[in-house]
C-alpha cells in the first residue's frame, strides 16, 4: 500500500497541461472602422493580457476597389463589413495586407493548439462577395523578447475558392501543438493576406481563435500533488 500512496503522490507532482481551450479569441463585434485601424475590439483570453482594443492594417501593394466607397488600403465601412476586419485592398488582384496581434503570457507557459481563422470575401461595392473566390494567407508566431524570433511560419496557404456570400465565412485551421510558450514573455501573432490566385476580391477575417491549455507552475503542482497525497492516505489509514 505505501508503495501505491507513493507511486500516486509522485504521479500528481508532476506538472501537467490543464484541459484545452481557448487562449485568446474575437469576433470583432461592436468594433468600429477609423481608416486603417480597427476600434473598439473585444477579446476573450485566458492566460494572457489580452491585446489593445484597436488593430491596425500594414499594407504591401495596395489594389483598391471602389474608392468613392473606402479610401484604398482602409478598412471598409460599409454595413456588410460591420463585425470585420476587412482591408479595402484587393488581395485577388496583386494587393497584400498584415497584421500583428501582440500579447503576453502571465506566469504560467501555455501549450498551444490550433488557430482557427474564420475569412470572408468582400467585393469592391464592400459587400460580401457573391462569387467564389480563393485567399491565400500566412501566419507567423514571433517571440518579441528573443529578438523577434519566428517559432512559428505557415507559409503560403491557399483557401478553396468559395461563395461566401452564399455559403457563408470559412475557417482555416493551423497546427501550433507542437509549441509551447514561456511564462511572462512577449509574443506576436503576425497575419498576412496574401496576393490571391483568383482575381477581384478583398480578404476579410470574421472571427480568430487562438487554442491552447496553461500549463500549471511546478509550485502549483507540488501543493496539488502534497494535498491529493496527504487526503488518499487519510482515507487509507480510516
Do not use: C
Not at 495586407?97 to 474564420?118: H, M, R
Not at 460580401?128 to 473566390?133: E, F, H, K, S
Not at 490571391?196 to 491549455?213: C, E, R, V, Y
Amino acid at each position: 500500500m505505501k508503495h501505491t500512496s507513493a507511486f500516486l503522490i509522485l504521479g500528481t507532482l508532476m506538472p501537467s497541461v490543464a484541459s484545452a481551450a481557448f487562449i485568446l479569441s474575437t469576433d470583432f463585434s461592436g468594433s468600429s472602422e477609423a481608416g486603417t485601424t480597427l476600434n473598439n475590439i473585444s477579446w476573450t483570453s485566458s492566460g494572457i493580457t489580452a491585446p489593445g482594443s484597436s488593430l491596425s492594417v500594414t499594407n504591401g501593394i495596395i489594389s483598391p476597389g471602389n474608392t468613392t466607397i473606402t479610401p484604398a488600403g482602409d478598412l471598409w465601412t460599409t454595413a456588410e463589413t460591420n463585425g470585420y476586419f476587412a482591408p479595402h485592398n484587393n488581395t485577388g488582384s496583386g494587393g497584400d495586407w498584415n497584421t500583428q496581434i501582440n500579447f503576453t503570457t502571465l506566469s504560467s507557459g501555455i501549450a498551444l493548439g490550433d488557430l482557427d481563422l474564420l475569412w470572408t470575401n468582400v467585393n469592391n461595392q464592400g459587400v460580401i462577395q457573391p462569387a467564389a473566390r480563393d485567399n491565400t494567407f500566412q501566419v507567423q508566431l514571433i517571440d518579441i523578447d528573443n529578438a523577434n524570433n519566428v517559432i512559428y511560419d505557415s507559409g503560403a496557404i491557399d483557401t478553396p475558392a468559395v461563395n461566401t456570400a452564399s455559403e457563408g465565412s470559412q475557417t482555416l485551421t493551423f497546427d501550433l501543438s507542437s509549441l509551447t510558450l514561456d511564462a511572462n514573455t512577449n509574443y506576436g501573432l503576425y497575419i498576412a493576406a496574401l496576393d490571391a490566385p483568383i482575381a477581384g476580391s478583398h480578404t476579410a477575417i470574421d472571427s480568430l481563435t487562438l487554442n491552447g491549455a496553461v500549463v500549471p507552475e511546478p509550485s502549483s503542482a507540488l501543493l496539488v500533488g502534497l494535498a491529493g497525497g496527504l487526503s488518499l492516505l487519510r482515507r487509507k489509514r480510516a
